[in-house]
Structure formats: C-alpha cells, structure tokens
C-alpha cells in the first residue's frame, strides 16, 4: 500500500512559478513510476508528466518545455516545477503511482493522492 500527499499548490499569476510536492508512505517509493494528472472544472482528467523508476521522463504537449518532474528516493518524494503559467493550467493536480512508467502515462494509476489546487489568475 501507498500513501500519496500532495502540497504546494495555491493561487499564482500568469506567468508565475510553483512547485508541487508529493510524499509517499512506504519504503517501496523506488520501485514506482511516479507522476502528475490534472482535473480542471468540467474536463476529464488529463496526463501532466511521469517518471519512471530509472529517471526517464514524459511530459504532456501542453507542459512540455514549462514543467519538470524530478524525484527524490531519499525523501520519498516527487516534484513537478511548473514555470510560465497560464491560466489553462488552472485545475487540482493529483500525484499517482504505478509500477510502469507507460502505464501511468495512459491513464492507469495504481494509488494516487486527494489533489492540490492550483489556480492561474489571468
């Protein structure tokens, strides 16, 4: 079992920067891909980024280039580093988890978190 945490969210400006973080319980965080999906208001869930368990990374179209998924083994932790926001990128962003990176980018989550708002003011 695993336990997701999600923090950092909140309210921003167009053009601004945040960084999310996501704790996981366990001592398993390693052997997880590990990524970020977002909901906005009315939308279906949609795919962010992911990395795998050896660091490969994949991004959405919409983000490639603005946003940086990184994890930190040690602390059990994942991160998504979001620059030059746009008021599109308003939505709660969910931390997910399973054992395959390409899984996750498809959609299949195997644990994910309760969410963090995220509002871009134009």
């Known amino acids: 079992q695993v336990q997701l945490v999600e923090s950092g969210g909140g309210l921003v400006q167009a053009g601004g920067s945040l960084i999310l973080s996501c704790a996981a319980s366990?001592?398993?965080?390693?052997?997880?891909?590990m990524g970020w999906f977002r909901q906005a208001p009315g939308k279906e869930r949609e795919f962010v980024a992911a990395i795998s368990r050896s660091g490969g990374y994949f991004y959405a179209v919409s983000v490639n280039g603005r946003f940086t998924i990184s994890r930190d083994n040690a602390k059990n932790t994942v991160y998504l580093q979001m620059n030059s926001l746009k008021p599109e990128d308003t939505a709660v962003y969910y931390c997910?988890?399973?054992?395959?990176?390409?899984?996750?980018?498809?959609?299949?989550?195997?644990?994910w978190g309760q969410g963090t708002q995220v509002t871009v003011s134009s």
């Open positions: 997910a988890a399973n054992k395959v990176a390409r899984d996750l980018v498809a959609g299949n989550m195997d644990y």
């Open positions: 366990g001592r398993t965080f390693s052997s997880y891909a």
